[in-house]
Structure formats: structure tokens, C-alpha cells
């Protein structure tokens, strides 16, 4: 019985292809696997997903002529790759480009290799973060407009450029005097690197979103647009209604509170440059030996 059954699985398995599979292969699946929804998440969360159900469309069309042999059709498609493709890196050159530099600030090699361990920095100080609470606030409860951005890992040199340069160090009045009205620098929004603020009567770029509030006026918007194209935490005063929200990640909070921003602020302050993660392991393995022996 045995015979028969290894007898049948062996001209069963010699018509079958089994191929030989490595661990590279499995790996390179993976990546390919993880790097494929990457995009098409990127994709759906752009307007590039209207470009996708066109080239789908298109797709249809072209393989209809290729089914009913319409050669002229053909022969148009097969010339017009090249241009087709030019124009959607064009057209979408600003969603191409955040894609770029949303896979540069993930840290895949820093957690493995410690480039620039033992190194920390802050992006500001607590007396800075208190200002700036303190400021927005005050001017919410007298309905100032105001319009703050903190720059995180991105610089923000081309929006920099837009506005009026300035190099003074953060403060509650500072800021209070900048958004007063009828005051020169009150128009715009403001840019903080670090403890210092470095350009005033800033253009952001508004947000095309369409699931947006109607409610919403040209301050969120342009809040909302400016955290769309980068990592940057905005901070708007309402001036009908003196709410403060924060927009951060293509995301807008709204009426937050005074915990609530500060919290915010706390979470993109102390961003810490990684260390060896096997380093950190190593100590917390030392300290329970220690523990241990005790």
C-alpha cells in the first residue's frame, strides 16, 4: 500500500514545478509587497487616484483596439507613452515629491546603524513652547488672527523666501505684536526653526482637500495645504471665533485646548536623534543582571 501511495505522489509530483525558492526571494517579496502598498496608499490619498482610474479607462479603451485590430488607434497609444508619461510626472510633480520626502524621514537605517548616536537635540526650548501657548491663547480671547508654523525635519526654505525675513528669538509679546491689527507683519503666516522665528508674512499653499468644512475660511485652509507638503505643526487662531486648532499631517484639530497643544508641542520637541537600539537593549539587559545579583 505504502509502494502504491509513493508511486502515485511520484508521477504526480513529476509533471509539477517546483521552484527554488531562497531567503532572498522571500525577502525581496516582502520589500516589493511592503513598497507596492506604500504606493497605493500614497496613490489614494492624492489626486493621483484620479490619474489611476483614467489610465484604467484608457487601459479598457486600448485593449478594445487591440481586440478589434484598429491599427491607427494603436499606433497613436504606442507613440504617445513617452509624452503621457512625462505629463503626469509634471502634473504631479508636488504629490511625487512628498512621496520622496515622506521615505526620507522615516528612519530605516538610523534604527540599525547609528549614524550620529550619543548626539541629542531639542528642537526648542520650554520657554519657547510656553510663549507660544501663551501667546495663542491671548489672542484668541480677543479674536487675533494668527497663523503659526513650527518647523520640524523639513525646512521650509521656499516658503521662507515668501515672506519677510527675520531672525529674533520666540516670545509671548513678539508674537502678539506680529498679529496685531493694522500692524505691517500681521498678513501671513510666521515660521519657527527652532527658538527663533525667521520669517514673517509667509504664503502657504492652500489645501485642495474637498472634504474640508465649508465653514472654514483662507487661515485653515492654508494651514491644512502647508501640513499636506510637510512635516511641519501649524497652529491657527480663528478671528471669528478665536478657536485655536492645529493642523499636522494633512489633518486639522479643531477648538483645542491649552493641554491638548501643549502636548502636541511636547511631541515634536524632544526629537532626539536615534541611538543604537542594540546599545539601549544591551544596557537594559545589564541593569537586570544587576538587578538580579542584588
Known amino acids: 500500500m505504502e509502494r502504491y501511495i509513493s508511486a502515485v505522489l511520484g508521477e504526480f509530483m513529476t509533471g509539477v514545478y517546483l521552484p527554488d525558492i531562497r ?47 484598429m491599427h491607427t488607434i494603436l499606433y497613436i497609444a504606442k507613440n504617445s507613452v513617452t509624452v503621457l508619461a512625462t505629463v503626469a510626472i509634471v502634473v504631479f510633480q508636488p504629490e511625487l515629491r512628498r512621496a520622496l520626502e515622506k521615505l526620507g524621514e522615516r528612519k530605516f537605517l538610523t534604527s540599525i546603524v547609528p549614524f550620529e548616536s550619543g548626539r541629542e537635540r531639542v528642537r526648542f526650548s520650554e ?8 501667546a495663542v491663547y491671548n489672542m484668541g480671547r480677543v479674536k487675533t488672527g494668527a497663523l503659526i508654523v513650527v518647523e520640524q525635519a523639513i525646512h521650509l526654505t521656499e516658503y521662507e523666501s515668501t515672506g519677510i525675513h527675520m531672525d529674533c528669538v520666540v516670545s509671548m509679546q513678539v508674537l502678539m505684536n506680529i ?22 508674512t509667509c504664503y502657504l499653499p492652500l489645501s485642495d482637500n474637498m472634504g474640508l468644512s465649508k465653514d472654514l475660511g483662507t487661515r485653515h485652509r492654508a494651514a ?26 494633512g489633518f486639522l484639530d479643531r477648538r483645542v485646548t491649552r ?11 524632544d526629537r532626539k536623534l536615534e541611538t543604537n537600539r542594540w546599545a539601549t537593549l544591551w544596557k537594559g539587559m545589564h541593569k537586570n543582571e544587576k538587578r538580579a545579583d542584588e
Open 23 to 69: 531567503i532572498t526571494d522571500i525577502v525581496e517579496v516582502l520589500i516589493l509587497s511592503y513598497m507596492l502598498y506604500h504606493v497605493m496608499i500614497w496613490i489614494k490619498n492624492t489626486k493621483a487616484w484620479m490619474l489611476l482610474k483614467g489610465i484604467v479607462v484608457l487601459g479598457v479603451f486600448i485593449l478594445v483596439a487591440f481586440v478589434f485590430k
Open 127 to 134: 520657554e519657547t513652547m510656553e510663549s507660544i501657548i501663551d
Open 179 to 200: 498679529f496685531e491689527h493694522n500692524t505691517p507683519l500681521h498678513d501671513g503666516a510666521i515660521i519657527i526653526r527652532g527658538d527663533r522665528i525667521v520669517s514673517a
Open 224 to 249: 491644512v495645504g502647508m501640513s499636506e507638503v510637510s512635516d511641519a505643526l501649524i497652529i491657527v487662531v480663528s478671528e471669528e471665533t478665536g478657536a485655536v486648532s492645529v493642523a499636522q499631517g
Open 259 to 269: 493641554e491638548e497643544l501643549q502636548e502636541k508641542l511636547s511631541n515634536i520637541q
